[in-house]
């Protein structure tokens, strides 16, 4: 697939190799300012274009399906107990008690200090780095803001990753961003990154939150993407949810562009998780085909793709159960949540 | 010169707004004598769902309104209609043949039936509910509820406007939110009602207003799960004995069709037929 000789190198020194020095903010501001500019109204209209296809009857169903397995259950509130993560584990390893057939969900997404009760509550259902069952990611690094000093980012993250959890959703610094300190969001990432070591060396799996409603323009959003890329990230993610706008399906076709361009350019695949925003089928299918015509069908995989959502569930099972049923359904045979 | 004529679309009214058919669809609105009157949309079974939604998102304002505030949004519904009572007797007229005097004693009717239920909005539980007597230290009082959301058939005969309100009016006085499919023949007078809904108090998504083909629309109400209540008054030409058996698979309140000239007629039991009974028990205090 890729001729490039970036294939060959190793992870660390691929993106020294490709900004063509250490990772400095002249290097990285001149590498990143390097990149070629975002067509915003092209980009706008591609991916209102994407999210005009028709998708009905067979393909319908199996896209419901799949959306179901890509789905990071998510509760981040401030009210969340233990109890609250239970049930939340409960719907993601059965969604739709009225009919067993329906897939489980990809992960949970919870604070921090809820990764215990979700380990807990999962039980046997726990992924833990295998293939099968519900993971736990935990956001970190003084989410949703990351304004906190390094050393307590990484305790954060270290705090996770000790209580069981199998991805960290990341946030960068934007404020750092937004002034041109790229050489600090990066060394910050690559840092989280070292945290997410686990005591017998396994690492946990690194989304890396852009929050692309502060980052302002689709330029900044692509080279925040590249750079979260170079340093490590294994997943890129829209937003934490707590911004609006959250993921828009423009913002989310750029970073699929970057994805895609650093898969060609050194074999790597990196994956995306739009989050916040989306709580109906219709627009989930819409990321499908996005994913699908940007990337490829490939990362329609829960390895490579989530949506980072907690009220689309509910709409997708009302979409599954109208189409199992044959008549519509309601909110009350869905759970409140 | 000629002055072009400026011909109106009739859309649905959904949610407060005045969405065409998703369907995109829209058949034609004939005179009695055969004549060319207006296209009206065409609503299908997605227009009805979302119908459903915005009435479900309507509910819990519309029943949690006192209830004399309720009487108040439904006499200026009669207010309304009374301002605009020359484009309902016309449209009456075109529909349905009539003299102005006869289209003009429809709407006064249907003006005075909004004021009769209106009324009601603050009395009706007063009438229905009561204080029983419990062998205990107990208050113990009954009083009726709001179903939730009632899908309406509008009666399909003559007296398109006032058939309708006859359906609609006691629905709401409870503070049930309504979707309606109007009139197949007639759906102009129900679009205009509309309008005089979305200009007047009611909360957008209260009543909602699906004009096209009853047997179309009817058998997914009937089967929708997050419908409440199904009244079939206007159903007489269906096979409404399957929309009621499908109405049961889901529990609905259903009531039958009606005809005749004393279809729907203004009653308390209409305004009943979609009340659930509350009853609550609470320790008597000590003094």
């Known amino acids: 697939m890729t001729n490039s000789p970036l294939a060959t190198y190793q992870p660390d020194q691929r993106a020294l190799a490709l900004i063509g020095g250490e990772a400095t903010d002249a290097n990285l501001r001149r590498y990143l300012h390097g990149i070629p500019g975002i067509d915003a109204v092209g980009l706008e209209a591609r991916a209102f274009d994407l999210g005009t296809r028709s998708i009905?009857?067979?393909?319908?169903?199996?896209?419901?399906?799949?959306?179901?397995?890509?789905?990071?259950?998510?509760?981040?509130?401030?009210?969340?107990?233990?109890?609250?993560?239970?049930?939340?584990?409960?719907?993601?390893?059965?969604?739709?008690?009225?009919?067993?057939?329906?897939?489980?969900?990809?992960?949970?997404?919870?604070?921090?200090?809820?990764?215990g009760s979700a380990v807990t509550a999962l039980g046997s259902a726990h992924a833990a780095g295998g293939t099968d069952g519900v993971t736990v990611a935990a956001v970190a690094t003084a989410f949703p803001s990351g304004r906190a000093s390094l050393a307590i980012k990484l305790a954060d993250v270290r705090d996770a990753v000790a209580a069981g959890a199998d991805e960290i959703d990341m946030v960068i610094d934007?404020?750092?961003?937004?002034?041109?300190?790229?050489?600090?969001?990066?060394?910050?990432?690559?840092?989280?990154?070292?945290?997410?070591?686990?005591?017998?060396?396994?690492?946990?799996?690194?989304?890396?939150?852009?929050?692309?409603?502060?980052?302002?323009?689709?330029?900044?959003?692509?080279?925040?993407?590249?750079?979260?890329?170079?340093?490590?990230?294994?997943?890129?993610?829209?937003?934490?949810?707590?911004?609006?706008?959250?993921?828009?399906?423009?913002?989310?076709?750029?970073?699929?562009?970057?994805?895609?361009?650093?898969?060609?350019?050194?074999?790597?695949?990196?994956?995306?998780?739009?989050?916040?925003?989306?709580?109906?089928?219709?627009?989930?299918?819409?990321?499908?085909?996005?994913?699908?015509?940007?990337?490829?069908?490939?990362?329609?995989?829960?390895?490579?793709?989530?949506?980072?959502?907690?009220?689309?569930?509910?709409?997708?099972?009302?979409?599954?159960?109208?189409?199992?049923?044959?008549?519509?359904?309601?909110?009350?045979?869905?759970?409140?949540? | 010169m000629n002055r072009l004529v400026i011909s109106k679309t009739y859309k649905l009214y959904i949610g407060g707004k005045f969405p065409r058919s998703e369907s995109g669809r829209v058949y034609e609105v004939l005179s009695h004598t055969g004549d060319f009157l207006a296209n009206a949309a065409k609503g299908s079974r997605k227009d009805a769902r979302d119908a459903v939604v915005a009435a479900r998102s309507a509910l819990g304002g519309w029943a949690g309104a006192t209830a004399y505030n309720r009487g108040q949004v439904l006499y200026r519904i009669a207010e309304l209609l009374e301002g605009r009572r020359n484009q309902f007797v016309d449209e009456i007229m075109n529909c349905e043949g009539v003299n102005a005097a006869v289209a003009s004693a429809q709407v006064d009717e249907a003006i005075d039936r909004w004021v009769w239920y209106a009324g009601w909005a603050d009395k009706y539980v007063q009438v229905a509910g009561n204080a029983n007597p419990v062998s205990g230290p107990f208050f113990n009082t009954s009083v009726p509820e709001p179903t939730g959301v009632v899908a309406i058939i509008a009666p399909q005969g003559t007296e398109s406007l006032l058939g309708l309100v006859s359906a609609i009016a006691p629905a709401l006085v409870a503070g049930n939110t309504v979707v309606v499919v109007a009139n197949e023949h007639a759906p102009l007078s129900a679009i205009s009602l509309g309008e005089v809904l979305a200009t007047s108090d009611v909360p957008g998504g209260v009543v909602n207003i699906v004009t096209g083909s009853p047997a179309e629309i009817a058998p997914w109400l009937a089967t929708h799960a997050d419908v409440n209540a199904l009244d079939l008054v206007g159903a007489g030409n269906l096979d409404w004995v399957e929309l009621q058996i499908s109405a049961a698979d889901t529990l609905k309140r259903v009531l039958p069709p009606e005809a005749g000239a004393d279809a729907a007629l203004p009653a308390l039991n209409r305004i009943l037929a979609f009340t659930e009974l509350k009853t609550v028990w609470h320790t008597k205090a000590i003094l």
């Not at chain 1, 169903?61 to 890509?70: H, K, N, P, S, V």
């Not at chain 1, 980052?215 to 979260?228: E, G, I, K, M, Q």
């Not at chain 1, 949810?241 to 790597?268: C, F, I, N, Q, Y």
């Open chain 1, 174 to 337: 934007r404020g750092a961003f937004l002034a041109g300190r790229f050489g600090q969001v990066y060394d910050e990432i690559v840092a989280v990154k070292e945290a997410c070591r686990r005591a017998d060396g396994s690492m946990a799996h690194l989304k890396v939150i852009l929050e692309t409603g502060e980052l302002n323009t689709y330029d900044n959003v692509r080279r925040a993407s590249w750079l979260a890329i170079l340093a490590g990230g294994d997943f890129i993610k829209t937003s934490t949810g707590k911004v609006a706008p959250a993921a828009t399906l423009p913002v989310t076709l750029s970073m699929l562009e970057v994805v895609r361009d650093w898969h060609r350019l050194t074999g790597v695949r990196i994956g995306v998780k739009p989050a916040g925003g989306i709580r109906t089928s219709k627009d989930a299918i819409k990321y499908l085909v996005t994913v699908a015509e940007t990337v490829g069908e490939e990362w329609l995989s829960p390895r490579l793709f989530r949506f980072g959502a907690s009220s689309l569930l509910n709409d997708v099972l009302l979409q599954r159960q109208k189409m199992t049923t044959g008549h519509y359904s309601g909110p009350d045979y869905v759970t409140i949540d």
């Open chain 1, 56 to 115: 009905k009857t067979s393909s319908k169903r199996w896209a419901i399906d799949t959306i179901i397995g890509l789905i990071d259950l998510t509760t981040l509130e401030g009210a969340d107990t233990p109890g609250k993560v239970r049930s939340l584990v409960a719907k993601a390893l059965m969604p739709d008690p009225g009919d067993p057939g329906t897939p489980r969900v990809a992960a949970v997404c919870v604070y921090g200090d809820m990764v």
